[in-house]
Every structure is written in C-alpha cells, then in structure tokens.
C-alpha cells in the first residue's frame, strides 16, 4: 500500500496511542506467522487503520498481551493477538503488495523499475493466498488489470482511474461481511481507495514526469501545479473524506471508543494534514 493513512499522534489520547502501537506490532507479528516474515518489510499503517475499521465491523474487541519481538528482544511490547482480524488484514495486505509490485513493473521505468523488479523478487518468500480468498484475489487482479489498462492508454480521467481504485478497496473492507456493515464497508474503503490513488499521483508528481510515468494529475493538469490546480485538487480530496466520513460516523462504536478515536484523529486530522503537505499547504 501507500502509508498515507495515519492519525495525527499527538492528538491522540494515551489510551488510544497504546492501541494503535499494538495495533500494528500484532499485525506485524501476524503477518510473520501467516504471511512469512518477509512479508512484514510490507508492513505500513494504511492496514493498522483497515484491522481497526474490521475490528469494529466485526464487533471484535481483540486481547493485548506484552510481547518482545526480534525489533525489540529486551523489553516487552503491547500487541493485539492473533485472531481472524488480523490474519485476513495480514493476508489481503500481501495480496495487495504482489499485485501492486506487478503493476509497478510494468508501469515504472528506470530506477524505480528496478527496484520494483528486486523487491517483486523478494516477494516469492511470502507465502501462498489463503485458498478462502481466492475470490477477492481475482476481484483485486481484475481491478488492477483494469487499472493497467487505462494507464497503458494514458488516461486523463482523474475520476476513471481512482474510482477503479476505490473499488478495489471497497472490496478488500467489506469482504465476507454483509447487511448494513457490508454496505457502510464499502463505502467507506471505496471513497479511501479515490483519496489514496489521488494523493499519491498527487505526491510522485515531480519523480513520474523526470521518469515519463503514467500520472493522470499530469495528464489532465500538467507537471507543474498552479494554485488554482492545487484548490481543485485539495478540494476533490477533501470530498472523499467527506464522502468517507458519513460512513464511518455510522458505523456503531459503542464498544470501540479507543478505536473510535484513532480513526476519526486519521480521517479527521492526519488525513487532512497529508493533504495539505503533498500540495504544500499549511498543515492543521
């Protein structure tokens, strides 16, 4: 993924720091137990806020324990344990990260390709997609593919091409839920997948057009960004969350205050401040 989606530390009450830190160091050692240990150089925070978005769509509260880990072999740590969240955020992580190195290959050029090639290469020690997932593998590649295919016509449809994104991730949210969480789910991954695919084309702005990238900011706005182009697109992105927010206001918190916490600091503040930094704005 990206790791784009982060809450804004400071703002966070206690509570809700320890949460997130074993949020991620369970995920972390999940991923080295289901994945492979490789695979957790992949690791980054879009996932921790995916594992606390299923923890609520689940009505999963998860046990912390204290741990140490080879990162840190002297002094125990908070993580979550391992259970079904974490192993299928863990695996559609992986999922995610094989398809994303295939599209980067064929996408890149120059440096960025080989290194894209290296680490797809290293990704042959992650282990194998869970057989249960085979059905959202093939979801994932289809939207991928067809990602490929309007970059390959070099697409200036801003919307076409982060729409397909947001699918992928509305997707990737909702699976194996259904009813109502099902449907906020979606929603909710589908207008994230919109605001992640614009801000990093947003983001690699400068290194796609010194390597001749497929960028569709570039295509419908130029390599170099007025302040009018900058309001429309901080605007775009700001709708997404907008979009995304309704959501998630909906979903049902009462037994995930701490959780409540860290995902409205992420879309409501350290969302808003990763808008504001790759445009080049004043943060909040």
């Known amino acids: ?48 806020f995916l594992v606390l978005l299923r923890k609520v769509a689940e009505k999963r509260t998860g046990e912390i324990k204290m741990r140490r880990c080879i ?25 995610l990260t094989k398809l994303k190195l295939k599209d980067n290959v064929n996408d890149t050029h120059g440096f960025k390709r080989l290194l894209a090639k290296i680490v797809a290469l290293v990704s ?13 593998e093939a979801l994932l590649k289809e939207k991928i593919d067809a990602l490929g295919a309007l970059e390959a016509q070099e697409c200036d449809s801003v919307d076409s091409v982060s729409s397909i994104f947001g699918e ?5 949210a909702s699976y194996g839920l259904d009813g109502e969480i099902a449907t906020l789910c979606t929603k ?20 796609d057009a010194k390597s001749h990238s497929f960028n569709p900011i570039i295509n419908a706005f130029g390599a170099t ?7 429309i ?3 775009s992105l700001m709708l997404e969350l907008d979009e995304m927010s309704k959501s998630v206001e909906a979903l049902d918190f009462s ?6 916490g860290i995902i409205k600091n992420t879309i409501y503040v350290g969302m808003v401040n990763q808008v504001n930094r790759v445009l080049k704005l004043k943060t909040v």
């Open 1 to 48: 993924m990206f790791g784009y989606i982060k809450p804004q530390i400071p703002e966070l009450k206690v509570k809700e720091f320890e949460l997130y830190k074993a949020t991620y160091c369970g995920l972390c050692r999940t991923m080295g137990k289901t994945t492979g240990c490789v695979s957790k150089m992949t690791l980054n925070y879009d996932f921790v």
């Open 71 to 95: 990162v840190h072999p002297f002094k125990k740590r908070p993580m979550l344990e391992i259970d079904s969240t974490l192993e299928y955020c863990a695996k559609t992580s992986v999922m």
């Open 124 to 136: 042959v020690f992650f282990k194998k997609t869970d057989k249960n997932l085979t059905s959202l």
């Open 168 to 172: 992928l991730l509305g997707a990737v």
């Open 188 to 207: 909710i991954g589908y207008h994230l997948g919109k605001w992640i695919y614009v801000i990093d084309a947003i983001d690699d702005l400068e290194d």
């Open 225 to 231: 960004l007025t302040d009018e182009d900058k309001d």
């Open 233 to 235: 697109l901080r605007l």
């Open 255 to 260: 037994a995930h205050r701490d959780v409540e």
